[in-house]
């Protein structure tokens, strides 16, 4: 089966760190974007972070700008995202999902359609 699993969620005081981690099942990681969202109650899906295929670059949300890394090691057909000084605005459910990011006049986009999704990991932040 062709999915998507993420891991590393958890409850964490503000201030705290997590990382998340996005594992591939039934298919590499290699040729895809990956992008990280997220969704609290009540609110919106919001897409917090996306890197290219080869890692060269990324995309953060403002609201995460200079806490938040995603990486990814192709080797291990995973993807992470890295969560510094962690706020109570951050707590929601994330989640990871592939597709196929661009270029464009110099920028780089994240996909505006994913494949695949995982089913989500909850973070929690709270004191």
């Known amino acids: 089966q062709l999915q998507l699993v993420e891991s590393g969620g958890g409850l964490v005081q503000p201030g705290g760190s997590l990382r998340l981690s996005c594992a591939a099942s039934g298919f590499t990681l290699d040729y895809y974007a990956i992008g990280w969202f997220r969704q609290a109650p009540g609110k919106e899906r919001e897409g917090v972070s996306c890197?290219?295929?080869?890692?060269?670059?990324?995309n953060h949300a403002d609201s995460v700008k200079g806490r938040f890394t995603i990486s990814r090691d192709n080797a291990k057909n995973t993807v992470y995202l890295q969560m510094n000084h962690l706020k109570p605005e951050d707590t929601a459910i994330y989640y990871c999902?592939?597709?196929?990011?661009?270029?464009?006049?110099?920028?780089?986009?994240?996909?505006?359609?994913?494949?695949?999704w995982g089913q989500g990991t909850q973070v929690t932040v709270s004191s």
């Open positions: 999902a592939a597709g196929s990011g661009g270029y464009y006049s110099g920028r780089y986009y994240c996909p505006e359609e994913y494949k695949y």
């Open positions: 890197i290219s295929v080869s890692g060269g670059s990324t």
